[in-house]
């Protein structure tokens, strides 16, 4: 069994990567590895947050480990929120404020002829035995009107992955939503390399 630690404090994430990696790997949270402090994230990108967090980790503990760093780019706001989007709204991190602000700016720009196509992308980065390596993942989908659904989290009442019929991430379940996800599309990918 391979000992990888996530810089991750989210049991779901810790779930979702375990059940990815499956049963050849041990996934150790970052708090079970002893790092309990906030991991900084200063980054200009997804993949600078991700590199930051791995080889913050990498330093304290030793051990192989990974870190993932998500953001949502809508098109009509050139990208944003990007790197920006845990804290859209302001450092609280509230999930219906970004939500809000969200929809207010797109109503603020759009027009009769534009689209609110829009994807989630995931950077994660590994280092195993002391080498830095990078995968992505990238939901594909559009920003609904309004809010719908009570599953998920963070954005995914506003979000319509592309292929589902209009329903919002937050209308998935969580083993459709995990199928389609960006996340779980860069997970696989990291753990498709781990068993080569
Ligand atoms: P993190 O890098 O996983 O912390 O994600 C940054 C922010 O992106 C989170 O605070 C959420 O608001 C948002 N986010 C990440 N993944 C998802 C998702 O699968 N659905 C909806 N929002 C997400």
Redesign the pocket.
Known sequence: MRKIVFASANPGKIREAGEILGPGFEIVSAAEAGVTEVVPETGATLRENSLQKAEYLYRKTGCDCFA?????EVDILGGAPGVH??RYAGEG?D?NA?MDKLLEEIARVETPNSTRKAR?RTCVTLILDGKTHFFDGIMEGSIARSKAGKG?????PV?MPDGCGGLT?AELSEEEKNAI???GKALRAMAAFLKD
């Open positions: 993932d760093d998500t953001g949502l989007t845990a991190r999930f970004n989630f998920g989290f963070g954005y995914d979000f991430a996800s960006h996340r």
